[in-house]
Nanobody
Framework: QVQLVESGGGLVQAGGSLRLSCSAS????????MGWFRQAPGKQREFVGT????????TYVDSVKGRFTISRDNAKNTVYLQMNSLKPEDTAVYYC???????????????WGQGTQVTVSS
């Protein structure tokens, strides 16, 4: 079992930055692929990006490439989502997830955090 807790969300103006953190329980954190997803009101859950267990590989959805960066610190059991140049359309609840497969498909992730709200004002 892995428990995930996100933090770092909030209200920011367009063009601003936020860094989300996701802390994980358990001693096998480095064995998990970690993904970030988001869901805006009335919309489906959307893949944001993912990072391999070692942190050597990352993949992003096109809409955030060049603006968002995922990193992880396996010694701290934490994965981060650095979000720069935020836009109003980035407004959503952001979730971190842990899984065994490197994928953009939310259904392949086994464990989920409770989510953290990010609101970008124009």
């Amino acid at each position: 079992q892995v428990q995930l807790v996100e933090s770092g969300g909030g209200l920011v103006q367009a063009g601003g930055s936020l860094r989300l953190s996701c802390s994980a329980s358990g001693r096998t954190f480095s064995s998990y692929v970690m993904g970030w997803f988001r869901q805006a009101p009335g919309k489906q859950r959307e893949f944001v990006g993912t990072i391999s267990g070692s942190g050597s590989r990352t993949t992003y959805v096109d809409s955030v490439k060049g603006r968002f960066t995922i990193s992880r610190d396996n010694a701290k059991n934490t994965v981060y989502l650095q979000m720069n140049s935020l836009k109003p359309e980035d407004t959503a609840v952001y979730y971190c997830a842990a899984g065994q497969m490197y994928s953009s498909a939310w259904s392949l992730y086994d464990y989920w955090g409770q989510g953290t709200q990010v609101t970008v004002s124009s």
